[in-house]
């Protein structure tokens, strides 16, 4: 494993304690340990789409950001590529995308740990990339 990948859950378990603060604790555990064995932190750049909503939505969110953990993911052709066969090999549609879009960036990264709020349809995008495996949270 060489990445953790927080999807848009995990963000803002992480970004907004007082929501859940057991979902907070178990992803900065996680992020933690990621840290220490020298991982990368990233959450893809399409993941903040389903987090940026206005109001005082954002400002959790942008302060996370600040503090460089997790560090944000452009998403490329190539990961977009990626998350494309990822949805045609299980037959989904589109409203999987970012979903695919986390898991392929794990494994355009080398392969990883992807924290999620929904590891069944997780584990069934990764569910041909064995280096990247699924931690619900």
């Known amino acids: 494993m060489a990445v953790l990948i927080l999807d848009s859950e995990a963000l803002s378990a992480l970004a907004r304690p007082h929501d859940d603060l057991t979902r907070h604790r178990a992803v900065r555990r996680q992020v933690t340990v990621a840290e220490r064995e020298g991982w990368r932190v990233c959450v893809p750049s399409a ?3 389903e987090l940026y909503r206005g109001g005082g939505a954002d400002q959790p969110i942008d302060r996370q950001l600040a503090t460089g ?3 944000v993911i452009t998403t490329g052709r190539q990961i977009a590529r990626i998350a494309g066969h990822l949805l045609a090999s299980i037959g989904a549609a589109s409203d999987m995308a970012v979903d695919a879009l ?5 494994r355009r990264l080398g392969g990883g740990l992807v924290m999620t709020h929904d590891p069944v349809d997780m584990r069934r995008l990764a569910a041909n990339s064995p280096n990247v495996a699924i931690s619900p949270i």
């Not at 986390?102 to 794990?106: D, Q, W």
């Open 102 to 106: 986390v898991v392929a960036t794990a």
């Open 47 to 49: 993941v903040l789409v």
């Open 69 to 71: 953990v997790p560090r």
